[in-house]
């Protein structure tokens, strides 16, 4: 398992972005050389946890629970043939590009240590915006992307350091709980039933996400099923 890019944006103009300012940082490309990777601090106020990374829109992007975003090469891939394009490592806007890594099949609160000195702990799926749709330009992106359920995943900085492309990637933890990636996506897309479940993972979750767990819960109870319908906007 190894990282194969360390992936950074620039601020960028962008008529597909809703962002305030009009500029987006989703068009990631390799760096050359060791990244610096700290906290970035709370969402709204902290952007991306890589130095030189920008995040243009701190209302919906960056801060600890969001300081990296991941995806995997294999996915990637997949995508590529689906969509007979190339899909350059960074496309996706990811922070770090993997090979060998389940990255959906990670579980919330897993942690990896990557290179010698840096630890990141899994949060959350990636659920797709406007700006991911206009960066792709592809008909029906958002539920395509959402129905396929490989979200990439988000992770907060443990241990900060630096990384560089060809890094290792360790898991040093993985909890007993089985909320994966996959799960925490489903749940918070299209199958809000499973929020009851996602509640495994406790604090190790995305704190927006464990707080709309924690809503639907006390609004629908802890009952599992199908019954109850989404609100997450994707049929």
Request: net charge negative; charged share 25%.
């Amino acid at each position: 398992m190894k990282l194969l890019t360390v992936n950074v944006g620039r601020p960028k103009a962008a008529d597909y972005t809703d962002s305030p300012s009009g500029m987006t940082g989703i068009d990631k490309r390799p760096a050359e050389g060791p990244v610096r990777v700290t906290d970035p601090g709370p969402k709204g106020r902290g952007g991306s946890g890589l130095s030189g990374d920008a995040v243009c829109d701190l209302r919906h992007h960056g801060g600890s629970d969001q300081a990296v975003y991941a995806f995997a090469r294999e996915d990637l891939d997949a995508w590529e043939r689906e969509l007979g394009r190339p899909l350059p490592n960074g496309t996706f806007g990811e922070n770090l590009t993997t090979s060998g890594v389940d990255v959906t099949g990670a579980r919330i609160g897993e942690r990896w240590r990557i290179g010698d000195s840096v630890v990141l702990e899994v949060t959350s799926g990636r659920v797709p915006c406007r700006t991911f749709a206009g960066r792709l330009d592809e008909k029906g992106w958002v539920r395509r992307f959402t129905r396929s359920g490989v979200s990439g995943a988000y992770l907060r900085v443990i241990e900060p350091g630096e990384i560089r492309a060809g890094d290792p990637v360790e898991v040093v933890h993985r909890p007993e709980h089985e909320v994966t990636v996959a799960m925490a996506f489903r749940a918070e897309t299209t199958e809000r039933h499973l929020l009851p479940l996602v509640l495994e993972a406790g604090d190790a979750l995305h704190g927006e996400l464990l707080t709309s767990a924690r809503a639907y819960v006390a609004k629908y109870g802890a009952t599992v099923g199908p019954g109850v319908a989404s609100d997450s906007g994707v049929a």
